[in-house]
């Protein structure tokens, strides 16, 4: 039976002469999961907010949207409140109260549960999702990764019949990402619930789903079983948005998805001249603009330091990615590097201007048009080079002028608050989390303006939990654990042969070819053993 039947379904927000979506049929049945995949502003966001009446944007919407058979916009408020979950992309802004038990018995007390039905929920649903041992914590202590499941845990606490996520593991790293992937699936899997996310990471998109919907320019390219999907995006030129192993395999039927059935493919099977490197390799002495030694620091003088000792060096000219968990302190050294904290203990060589762009956009937007975001920096800066100029245009910002900054999806956000970092010029660039939001298209973008910057002389240096995005563009990574970077090196030897910080590509091939780490090495692999 259908919970959502949505019919002829468009919607254009104010201002705005191209309709955000246009024309979508589409069904999310009883205890379904279903992935919303879709370069950034294909309408993602915009779909998944007009099916929680509290969340709908304001603008001018056709069509009809039935929720258990009625119209949703019928649907008392209680009823949506408690039927309807949402979890948002950023952990910290669904985040209302100041204790772990508090955030789970919010969502309750409001609806006016009575206190023994309180108690009974919040401690069988902490129980449920591994939170006893966080249940008296305060929130901000939290990683990324527990407050994203803490978030999930309190919307599931209201018992609801649909989950509506929207990408809510793009600030995760790898491995709490995939936990709150495996809660995910455990609610839809044992609780029945229906499920609707939107996800930029394939894999993830591809192996976890019922059915995948693909989203072009507001309408709907494609939907089905996910292999179908991927068959169909993979012979209309969209092969990048496809898993590792169906990028690789992609002349194979049935078209393979999960890492699993790639690897089965390389079974049995030695390469013995492996062109990748075989060992470790360090960095070699270089011109580096960002010298640092023995840095320690902590928010709280009389607490825990969140870096301890910590020695890195950026060479000019080079693309360092600076890969870790949560609260490893990686968002903590960018920033004492950007100097806008003081370091404790150690020292930190700047040769050149620095520019930061924080894993939060928003805190960068003044202004309320994009066009005059841009405009002022513009006048602060004077002149920008033509080169930079090019960059700017590369992110295709041109139809968004007259938007405001917060109306904005998260991918167009991120867009903004680059061009605004890129019109300072510096020498030394920052980039907090600059994949997130941001499709393949987008991201080869990016990748070829930094490219070009490094190419420059500039000297990059990121964070960033996208695995893919460091291992084919970076030119060095280092990983962070505990405030200390610990292991450091050139992509194929960091990322080669590792098990949880390692390309699904490289999960696939690691037998045959442990030191290839890009989907395209390996199936250049794959394509000369088929020879």
Known sequence: MALYEIK??????????????????????????????????????????????????????????????????????????????????????????????????????????????????????????????????????????????????????????????????????????????????????????????????????????????????????????????????????????????????????????????????????????NIYPSAPQKKAKEDCSVVIKNLRFAYDRRGEDVLRGLSFSAPRGKISAILGGNGAGKSTLLALIAGILKPQGGSIRRNGSTALLPQEPRCLFLKNTVQAELEDMLRIHGKISDNTSRAIEKLELNSLMKNHPFDLSGGEMQRLALAKVLIAEPEILLLDEPTKGLDFMLKRRLANILRRLADEGKTIIMASHDLDFCAEYGDFCALCFRGELVAEGEPHAFFGGNNFYTTAANRIARDAAPFAITREEVREIWKSLCV
């Open 8 to 273: 002829g379904l468009s919607f254009s927000y104010p201002g705005r002469n191209k309709p955000a979506l246009s024309g979508i049929d589409f069904s999310l049945e009883q205890g379904e999961l279903v992935t919303l995949c879709g370069a950034t502003g294909s309408g993602k966001t915009t779909l998944l907010r007009q099916l929680k009446p509290l969340l709908a944007p304001h603008g001018n919407l056709i069509g009809d949207i039935l929720y258990d058979n009625a119209p949703l916009k019928e649907l008392g408020q209680m009823r949506a409140a408690a039927e309807i979950g949402y979890v948002s992309q950023h952990p910290d802004n669904q985040i209302v109260t100041d204790r772990v038990w508090h955030e789970l018995a919010f969502g309750l007390e409001n609806l006016g549960f009575d206190e023994r039905t309180i108690r009974l929920r919040t401690s069988e649903t902490a129980a449920y999702f591994g939170l006893e041992k966080l249940f008296l914590r305060d929130v901000s202590t939290l990683s990324g990764g527990q407050k994203q499941l803490l978030n999930l845990a309190a919307v599931m606490a209201l018992q609801p019949k649909v989950l509506l996520l929207d990408e809510p593991t793009a600030q995760l790293d790898p491995i709490a990402a995939a936990s709150f992937i495996d809660a995910l699936r455990r609610v839809n899997r044992e609780l029945g619930v229906s499920v609707l996310i939107s996800e930029h990471k394939s894999q993830e998109a591809f192996e976890n789903a019922d059915r995948v919907v693909y989203l072009r320019d507001g309408q709907i390219f494609a939907q089905g079983n996910p292999r179908d999907v991927a068959s169909r995006l993979s012979e209309s030129g969209y092969r990048d948005a496809v898993p590792a192993a169906a990028y690789i395999f992609n002349e194979k039927t049935p078209l393979p998805l999960s890492v699993a059935e790639g690897r089965a493919y390389f079974s049995g099977i030695s390469v013995c001249d």
